[in-house]
């Protein structure tokens, strides 16, 4: 390794990953990757100023590396906790008002989404292809109103409320 090599590893590039492709990088820049991040493609050093890229802890592709390192459970990160989603063979079609109820059975702890934690369901497990998710409706623990409550459809990501007594998926979380 040569001097000059030597110092550049010595003083990396921090970056900072959002989750959704976008990387914001020590000198100022931003990196965006279709999939991943600059581990997932073996890019090493920054192609703005150089320096050995340094992925920061706690970024959300840090978090999520807890999906692939534990294959027994599917972790998400949704403002700063880790929830577990309940993998596709607890998955159960339900009405609204029932699907709370199933939810809460599986176990102490487990319970429904609300709106927030299902877009990161979402955008974190099913938009790469993890978790077994089908492309359909999915419910949140969100209510709109006595009649209607917000879900999902994973098909096309699209959120809105719908009448509570329609019957959707379920995907059951818990805090770690």
Request: aromatic residues 14%; proline residues 3%; glycine residues 12%.
């Amino acid at each position: 390794m040569t001097e000059k090599q030597k110092k550049i590893d010595d003083n990396p590039c921090p970056w900072t990953g959002d989750g959704y492709g976008n990387w914001d990088t020590g000198c100022g820049e931003m990196f965006e990757f279709l999939t991943g991040g600059p581990d997932d493609v073996g890019m090493v050093y920054c192609p703005y100023c150089g320096k050995k890229i340094e992925v920061k802890k706690g970024s959300v592709i840090e978090e999520a590396i807890d999906i692939v390192e534990d294959k027994s459970k599917l972790i998400i990160t949704v403002n700063g906790k880790k929830l577990e989603v309940a993998d596709s063979e607890m998955e159960f079609k339900e009405n609204w008002h029932e699907a709370i109820a199933r939810a809460k059975s599986i176990g102490e702890g487990w319970r429904l989404p609300d709106k927030d934690e299902l877009t990161e369901m979402y955008l974190q497990l099913h938009k790469k292809g993890l978790g077994g998710f089908s492309g359909s409706w999915y419910w949140s623990s969100s209510e709109n109103d006595y009649y209607n409550a917000w879900g999902q459809n994973f098909g096309d990501g699209y959120q809105h409320y719908y009448y509570g007594n329609h019957s959707g998926r379920v995907r059951a979380v818990r805090e770690l």
